[in-house]
């Protein structure tokens, strides 16, 4: 699928901003399974200093910079991005998980894709004793990974409510797993805990959903604003493969990936410094518009 991607933020300040520096994952990059064909990021006042970069994970990075007193700024992507058909891949053959789960600490390689970065505790997800308890009922002796992170995947559908009022940007996993309820970040966060502490890697993606479903589809839950959902270690062969739990889906070409971490402040569109004085306020309107296949 042939997507065309807008992502409009506006920020609105009480009083006027006299210094910020940020850092914007904006812009998508060359993922397996996706291809940028074209990117812009245009930013409104022009900022004092603009560098592009890549970060660990593979992330597209813009770090901004702005020395003069400004009360709006305006960021604007848009996109061109190929995502590839692919079968469903809930049904691939993977191994058992107790095979992932001592192969995974048993790698050597360290470079972004290893899943050993994504076995731990990071910034925003603890290792969780009723999460892992919680995420264990999917995985009985034998069963296979994806299997088993596809059910669990499908229990948090059912089991949590869409909720945008329960929680905000700063709730940690174990509130919203108490509270059963949140948005996409807060399902995400929660089953990576439940996956990580019981000894299976799993990473946080940050990304977009197609706003028009196909004909007889129904509309994705989370397609009004940047999306998140969990890539799995499937093992050498397989690789990681992508779960979405606010959906009960499998990551496909619904599905465009902007960015990926360790947790949502590995992969925010956002992040960095504003001297300010008084609130403000954010906008955010996404687009992902199919434009062929």
Same mark, same amino acid.
């Given at each position: 699928?042939?997507? %065309?991607?807008?992502?409009?933020?506006?920020y609105r300040y009480a009083s006027p901003v006299p210094f910020a520096r940020q850092v914007l994952r904006l812009l998508p990059v060359e993922r397996p399974g996706q291809r940028v064909i074209a990117t812009d990021l245009s930013i409104s006042p022009a900022p004092t200093e603009r560098t592009d970069s890549l970060d660990f994970f593979g992330n597209r990075i813009t770090t901004v910079a702005f020395s003069f007193p400004h009360s709006?700024?305006?960021?604007?992507t848009r996109a061109r991005v190929l995502v590839e058909k692919t079968e469903a891949r809930t049904t691939q053959k993977t191994p058992p998980f107790e095979q992932i789960r001592r192969s995974a600490v048993a790698e050597t390689d360290l470079g972004p894709k290893s899943?050993?970065?994504?076995? !731990?505790?990071?910034?925003?997800?603890?290792?969780d004793e009723a999460i892992g308890d919680y995420a264990?009922?999917?995985?009985?002796?034998?069963?296979?990974?994806?299997?088993?992170?596809?059910?669990?995947?499908?229990?948090?559908?059912?089991?949590?409510k869409y909720d945008?009022?329960?929680?905000?940007?700063?709730?940690?996993?174990?509130?919203? !797993?108490?509270?059963?309820? $949140? +948005?996409?970040?807060? !399902?995400a966060h929660v089953m990576i805990a439940g996956l990580r502490t019981i000894g299976l890697p799993a990473a946080y993606v940050s990304g977009f959903l197609r706003t028009e479903p196909p004909p007889g589809k129904p509309r994705l839950e989370g397609a009004d604003a940047t999306h998140a959902w969990v890539a799995v270690w499937c093992g050498r062969?397989?690789?990681?493969?992508?779960? %979405?739990p606010t959906? $009960?889906?499998?990551?496909?070409?619904?599905?465009?990936?902007?960015?990926?971490?360790?947790?949502?402040?590995?992969?925010?569109?956002?992040?960095? +410094?504003? +001297?300010?004085s008084g609130d403000h306020t954010i906008d955010v309107a996404v687009d992902v518009i199919p434009v062929g296949a």
């Open positions: 699928m042939l997507y %065309d991607i807008k992502l409009v933020t506006e709006e700024l305006r960021l604007e899943p050993v970065h994504f076995l !731990f505790a990071s910034r925003l997800i603890a290792l264990q009922k999917s995985f009985p002796p034998g069963k296979t990974i994806l299997e088993g992170a596809f059910e669990l995947t499908k229990r948090i559908k059912a089991e949590f945008p009022e329960a929680t905000d940007v700063s709730t940690l996993p174990a509130d919203a !797993f108490a509270k059963r309820a $949140g +948005v996409c970040q807060d !399902f062969e397989a690789g990681w493969i992508g779960l %979405d959906n $009960g889906v499998a990551a496909a070409e619904d599905h465009v990936v902007l960015a990926i971490g360790r947790d949502y402040s590995d992969a925010a569109p956002s992040g960095g +410094v504003i +001297v300010i």
